[in-house]
């Protein structure tokens, strides 16, 4: 029993993650057209933004160890400490949740950038060319990052507080071997609230109406006298932004390194894909959906059965929907389908 | 249906054997002309060409044809461990068995079309690549990859000879399949299928799969079942992909499982897209970039930038150098995206257009180019 | 079907022209083969050359980048030593030595480069071009045990000589030995008969263990070596779990652990891998853990620097083995360190060490032996016995060319000093107590001449 309540939240924290991960890909898809491989390089953009905030925060005066004669070693004391004594350990402590608000301009602006001087001359163009210019652009990005922060994972440690797990067992009178990560259950929690916001931005402005009216039929919205190219630069701004914090807030999960983007890209296409093309709602639904299945695959009493189940678990699932349902979950006919 | 230029393509034929053939004396300059390198431009030739087939001509776009690759690989080391060490049948066999499970696979992903058949294709590719990484040791050895040892059965060759003090090699009856012998058994293979992608392109076959790529709900209202005609294309370019496979095997006898990650597949894809999809030529240009790159700039450290600016003053070569350093040896990967981003931008065709842009420049009496990327003008034909 | 056409299309004037093609490739001069080498010559002889090159393969794009170019610095600057240029580093210490400290032979050294990737097929691509365009004498370096292996064969096959890098997997001098292929690195079985008596001291011998192991060979060796150490200690293996290697996320091989009963867990994880996984399962509460009485333990047996850089403070107090660390304070390791710190900046890493002191090793053997001649430089390594390299009495075994030397068991420190100072040595284990008989790994190393 406590093991299936644990693998159900682990799931559902899985799940989470890979919706928020995809939610940045599927709104660029879906909106405009455009196979954006350099969707991983955002999501690691984002992560690094936690990492030079963190850096910036902890810039240090260094004291030299003198026992050290052949290079120069040190211990290092943050200025912020120095400076502000107890309060600066606080701030550097909450650098992740903090290094949001650094991140949100950040990204836009990247996203922003971006779209103007590159992507925006490739709507009309066809999908092979927009995946070699995305990948060019994903393997700059990636190895600027390397040649500034190393190839090595750097560590980004939650806030102390939320560093440990939640008993939670007790919350729900199960065993006092149920406990989780706080960490993970505010990334879950941080998901949800981005999901819903970006569904209401979508919903229920006029704004994004438009947007979403552009997503169905872009020259009808284009002839009513409305600015559909910036609107789409907006998206995808706010596509980076997502994506980026879902960047930031992971790299405590993860220890942020340059080549994480290209990991999470193949999962990202296939979160997207499974849920359908051009639907926000699916890309949940399948993030969900893979994230509970691969957990229950990574079970031992599972793999005894099928050996290397969890290896392969998220691309059978890939193979049996889109076999099943046409479009995935709940795809629209006609988007990408040429 | 137009016409194929048989002239043209006699010409084409022609001067591309030539080139191929004489790899190893215009590569010298560029220090690529070594039995390794030249093996893998032949190899990976045979691959995107074959890839091109699909992408090219239908705009099916597979992220999954390197699990082809890969099972023409771990056949053809199964072949040489068991049967002999001769390639002939090692080949035959990854290219039958590799059609096999393209047919199978093709099958089952041509059922979509667009970005969910790429997804499909993917998914396979990498359940391919998991399990063949973790659960299939026992078949392809895992991480370490295939590998040939003393003691394997070998029971064609044990009929003639005893096995030696080493491990045998391999070769083409009697011709060695390591260095330059090698590469010119692979460039006559990728000579011929270079032919027979150039007869399917100019076939009422060719012509009817780029009508699907042109249109294809026209094709299905005209009385076309497509489905067949995808096969049948997705088959043929798997069997080229595990020909590749089995070369590979063949020059260099270990399998590994990360030839048929995502990323293998991947890179066929941008091959083909930064030479000009659909057209003959095309890949083998990409080919050539991205494995140059690979092997040749990766490679090039301050020691040899100085070598190669030798030529100049000192003084300006001693400011080139460090300016040029990030971008080669371990820079070699950022060089590379920037050329993609530049290629896509300024030749939206790949380096055909660009070539066909030059030559148009040249000749003022504007021929209809040899490779044209989509046959807009074609019509289907009606009836069977 | 209208396809029909196509076939008899193909048929006359199709075969002339491939037949053509044969044609011309039948006169195509054969004489660009130059690969062979008669039976006393081999292959890239310097001969009367004033410079040999050698080679050095590593990681210089992917997850090991940085001890790839970290192996590099060690790599160039045993060349400068080997030509007598700086302070000579290891050449002041090793004993016995033949170096002179003008190249190898009388010849200056020269090196090319190249990116393993830290995958097989680049890294054999790299070899080959470093043997068939670059002619270099000896190759080395990499990062990972499948990328050994896999160059290890192809210096069999051609012929020239690799000093391995860092590989830990028992395969590369066991199954999979090879006779031009020489490791200085420790391997899993060390890791474990090091790693026992420690265990043993600190964490009693009940205690329940929990393995997750990377699902690929090195993994499986390790996990099998100490499995086989703890049993014999008197725990119980509670589970041995596989992950996929770069999962990434491995929280739901973590879960499990938590009701297990287990009160041990082992990562046998290398790299990525295992600075996620340890991260992750620290964030699980599994270090402030009391199970049956004991508090939870986390074991990583096989650590390096650059790991500890990578997980940070989730390190501290965890147990593990490496081949070399910068703070030991004998002779060899300090002049080591003094030579590289003082080149770079700041203190080798063990990939580094093990690096540099497999290209002095070859170059000496060179010396010994007064030839490049393969056979006989390896016949001088095979059985070798070094001293004043920073590992104490080395000795490598003629059998499986595996090095013996003493194996170092650290501890993530409590309380860094500086940046640099994240392992701390918990004990040098003797090289007695970490050896084993070579057969029972099986392999077979192979002819001399190839």
Redesign the interface.
Known sequence: M??IF??I???L??GG?YALIALGLTLVFGTLGV?NFAHGALFMLGAFCSVSFYKLLTLSKQVK?E??????????QPYLEIWFGDYGTAIIDYAVPLSILFAIPVMLLIGLIMERG?IR?FYK?????Q???T??????L???I??FF??????M??PEIV???APIGALFGL?E?????W??LIYLAFSGIVIAAVFAFLNMTTYGMVVRAGMMDRETVGLLGIDVERRFTVVFGLAAVVTGLAGVMYA????P?Y??G???L?LS??VV??GG?GSLGGAVAAGFLLGIL??FA???EI?SIF??I???II??V??II??VR???LLGREGV??? | MKAPTIKNDILVMLIFSAVILSMPIWLEPLGASYPDLLQKFAIFGIFAVGYNILFGLTGYLSFGHAAFLGVGSYTAVWSFKLLTMNIFPAIIFSVLLSGLFALLIGFITLRRSGIYFSILTLAFAQMFYNLAYSVLTPITNGETGLQLARTDPRVIDRLFSEAGEGLPSTDFFGLAMSGYSGFYVCAIILIVAFFISQRIFHSPFGIKLRAIKSNQTRMKYTGYSTRPYLLTAFVISGMYAGLAGGLMAATDPLAGAERMQWTASGEVVLMTILGGVGTLIGPMLGVGIIKYFENIFSALNEQGLHQAYSFMPDWLSNILVPMTSPFVGEGWHLTLGALFVFIVVFLPGGIMEGIDMIKKLFSKKSSEPDFEPIEKKTTPESGK | MSDKKNSAGWSRRDIMKAAGAFSAAGTMPMFFSRGAWAAESFRNDPGNSATVKLGFNVPQTGAYADEGADELRAFKLAVKHLNGEGDGGLMNTMKPLSLKGNGILGKKVTYVTGDTQTKSDAARASAKRMIEKDGVLMFSGGSSSGVAIAVQSLAQEMGVIFMAGLTHSNDTTGKDKRRYGFRHFFNAKMSGAALGPVLKKEMGTERAAYHLTADYTWGWTQEESIKETTEGLGWKTVKTVRTPVGAGDFSQYITPILNSGADTLILNHYGKDMINSLTQAIQFGLKDKNVNGKTFEIIVPLYSRLMAQGAGKNLRGILGTTNWNWALKDAGSQAFVKSFGSEYGFPPSQAAHTCYVQTLLYANACEMAGTFYPPEVIKQLEGFKFDGMGNGKTEYRAEDHQCFKDVLVVRGNENPTSQFDLLEIVQEVPRAQVEYDAKIFGGELGPYKV
């Open positions: 406590d093991a644990l693998q939240l682990n799931g924290d899985k993650a196979v160890d026992s050290i004669t052949f290079f120069d070693a040190f211990k290092e590159l001359h163009r066809t999908h092979a060319e995946i070699l210019v990948f060019g652009l994903a393997i700059v990636q190895e600027l390397k040649s190393g190839a090595n994972p750097i560590p440690p939650p560093s440990g797990s065993g071997s149920v406990v989780y990560p960490w993970r405590p999960i993860l220890p390194d080549h994480m290209m990991d999470f193949v296409f296939v894909v499974v093309m691969q957990s990574s079970m031992n793999k050996p290397g969890d290896q392969i691309y059978l890939a193979v889109l076999l046409p479009r995935g990408m389908e040429d």
